[in-house]
């Protein structure tokens, strides 16, 4: 269902849960970050009714999850500062850069991918948090970026043809493997 070519190193999972305040961190700005992503798609490109309906509703979800992780940041007395940089989406943006295709279906398949590995590591601390309480959150939030994964990747089918959005998000998620693989493994969403 994902499409993503590599799974996240298992190492990642301890790493995650031994520093879950700069996971929460990085979560805040993630949330943040995909809702702006959204907002501004649907100003640039307000022509397309679908994409307005299905990311207004996306934006709306990104600032809930905005509200919750700043919560759970509060209970456990975390204070949220500015994001740092954010390699991995530059990564991503970057590895479209040599075969620049249409800007509207490359914004597309760069979340697709972004929310389909945001969505593999929320299962991860679905199954692996330390508390039932953590575990339940993380799993509702990967039922949330599976369903924002596959509204990217449908939205890039009906504009561009199912044959074109496929290789191109194919495309993509290659070199999303690449980077990963080569990535530090850190506290972090991405």
Known sequence: MLSLESSTDPRWVDVALGNLD??????????????????????R???????????????????????????EMGRRGVGARPPGEDGYARALRRALDDKR???????????AVIEARSCERFQLLATHAPTEALRGW???????????????????EELYGEAQAQARLRALAAREAEIIAKAEIVARIH
């Open 101 to 111: 295709g249409d800007p509207l279906l490359d914004r597309l398949t760069v979340a």
């Open 138 to 156: 993380y799993h509702e939030l990967f039922v949330s970026e599976a369903r924002h994964h596959r509204l990217f990747a449908s939205l890039a």
């Open 45 to 71: 490109y307000a022509m397309h009714p679908r994409l307005v309906e299905g990311l207004s509703e996306l934006a709306r979800e990104e600032l809930v999850h905005v509200q919750q992780v700043f919560a």
């Open 22 to 43: 700069a996971v929460l961190h990085d979560h805040l700005h993630c949330e943040l970050k995909a809702a702006s992503n959204a907002t501004s798609l649907v100003a």
